[in-house]
């Protein structure tokens, strides 16, 4: 027991070997509270439950540790976290994760593990997701908690200046293979969206999301450069949408004239 | 018809007024197809559909106008609606909304609306997310359908530089005393969040989400500021979450040095 609170957060829930490797790291460097939800909640994105009633369930999964799970969304999750389970009391750091495969580039818009933390950053938490590129259960984070560990203490110790949400990723290599951390920016690349359509036993047409991961962004000063390189990325984090860019060149929209009649 | 091809989506279903309204003005401008969730989807973030499949159901509720139910999100809708309705055919442009409520500041974040939008624009495709500043089932759309037809207009002949998404809230007030449009930036304001507390009548606890929306951004170039002084405001909005002005200030941690032993 250190004298820092941490909040540990996913989206895959209780029993992801993810959550557990985050979980070793966090607890030697203070006082853990777990909380995740009870279904998996990949591409969950920044959900919240709206139209129901969320349920909270203490789990005895973490020996010593105290453990909820919540039936709602990771943002849910940690909404519920704050508010209700720790009632307000400081948070030093939340950390969500680790997450089974990549949440760089355009990955962090679309990722329950990333929105969880966008979350606390919200309520004013410095927070950090991770994520290993490798989608299997049984991924070795070994090498991912050599690195995962001297981050969360930089950012306890000095916290995360100017932005209170990093998104980290961590590439598939053994520890000697990992060439060190790079801070950039998040690629502008996207999925490519294909459907695989089939027809139910009632002869009804369903179909399947499937896609493919496109990066033409080639630049050497983002997390796919990084990752691709055999680097850590770390992309300091935001909420603001606002492409300010724009806002000049749309200011001709101001002058629009209403239609006489609709 | 005309020579437009325009896809219209929202979050909160077929039978919303708010959509209904959309579809009137932009059925004026193009030639539309409608794409809409099955069941109500606030607040659903940019979640998407993994571990489900996804049902399309052709459905009669616009005269003379094809229209989809989908079984998925928003973002679901309008995957669904490029690659699978419309084969990826040119859309030239998106529209979704409009929504019962406000998406300005934040809410951008939590907003199904905005996040259909956002999934278009990602697929190249100019996108406006509308939303009016009225909860209301049985809102006046009027003064809305005003200021949405030229700028559905303006961006389908001028595209929308440098961004392909824009964000436009407009106030609950008559016509006449709307001032006009201004193009500006998204308020940093969050929600307070808040659980009322109940049991169940097998004893157990549940929880409700509510909040309070909390600004204290209060320059004159925010959303918020044009809509609490009667103006629509218009936010030019991306998917680059990226906080470019902390990169340098974290390079720190390109330094970190691994413990011996986890």
């Given at each position: 027991?250190?004298?820092?609170?941490?909040?540990?957060?996913?989206?895959?829930?209780?029993?992801?070997?993810?959550?557990?490797?985050?979980?070793?790291?966090?607890?030697?460097?203070?006082?853990?509270?777990?909380?995740?939800?009870?279904?998996?909640?990949?591409?969950?994105?920044?959900?919240?439950?709206?139209?129901?009633?969320?349920?909270?369930?203490?789990?005895?999964?973490?020996?010593?540790?105290?453990?909820?799970?919540?039936?709602?969304?990771?943002?849910?999750?940690?909404?519920?976290?704050?508010?209700?389970?720790?009632?307000?009391?400081?948070?030093?750091?939340?950390?969500?994760?680790?997450n089974h495969g990549?949440?760089?580039?355009?990955?962090?818009?679309?990722?329950?593990?990333?929105?969880?933390?966008?979350?606390?950053?919200?309520?004013?938490?410095?927070?950090?997701?991770?994520?290993?590129?490798?989608?299997?259960?049984?991924?070795?984070?070994?090498?991912?908690?050599?690195?995962?560990?001297?981050?969360?203490?930089?950012?306890?110790?000095?916290?995360?200046?100017?932005?209170?949400?990093?998104?980290?990723?961590?590439?598939?290599?053994?520890?000697?293979?990992?060439?060190?951390?790079?801070?950039?920016?998040?690629?502008?690349?996207r999925w490519k969206?294909?459907?695989?359509?089939?027809?139910?036993?009632?002869?009804?047409?369903?179909?399947?999301?499937?896609?493919?991961?496109?990066?033409?962004?080639?630049?050497?000063?983002?997390?796919?450069?990084?990752?691709?390189?055999?680097?850590?990325?770390?992309?300091?984090?935001?909420?603001?949408?606002?492409?300010?860019?724009?806002?000049?060149?749309?200011?001709?929209?101001?002058?629009?004239?209403?239609?006489?009649?609709?």
């Open positions: 027991m250190g004298p820092y609170r941490i909040l540990v957060t996913n989206d895959d829930g209780m029993a992801a070997p993810g959550l557990r490797a985050l979980v070793e790291v966090a607890r030697q460097l203070g006082e853990v509270v777990v909380v995740a939800p009870d279904s998996p909640q990949s591409g969950q994105g920044h959900a919240i439950t709206i139209s129901d009633p969320l349920r909270l369930n203490k789990v005895e999964v973490f020996e010593g540790l105290e453990a909820y799970e919540c039936s709602g969304t990771p943002v849910d999750c940690v909404k519920l976290a704050k508010h209700v389970i720790l009632k307000n009391q400081v948070i030093d750091l939340c950390v969500s994760g680790i990549s949440n760089a580039s355009i990955n962090i818009i679309y990722s329950g593990t990333l929105s969880a933390a966008m979350e606390a950053s919200l309520e004013g938490i410095n927070s950090i997701g991770f994520s290993l590129l490798d989608y299997s259960w049984d991924a070795d984070f070994r090498a991912a908690q050599h690195y995962i560990r001297p981050l969360m203490e930089h950012v306890l110790q000095n916290g995360v200046s100017e932005c209170q949400l990093l998104n980290v990723n961590i590439p598939r290599l053994p520890l000697e293979k990992i060439k060190g951390v790079r801070v950039c920016r998040q690629a502008d690349a969206e294909n459907f695989v359509e089939a027809t139910d036993p009632r002869g009804q047409k369903y179909y399947w999301l499937t896609g493919e991961f496109i990066n033409e962004d080639l630049e050497d000063d983002t997390d796919i450069w990084a990752l691709g390189n055999g680097y850590v990325s770390v992309v300091p984090s935001g909420h603001d949408l606002t492409n300010y860019r724009a806002i000049p060149t749309l200011k001709t929209l101001e002058q629009i004239s209403l239609p006489q009649k609709i």
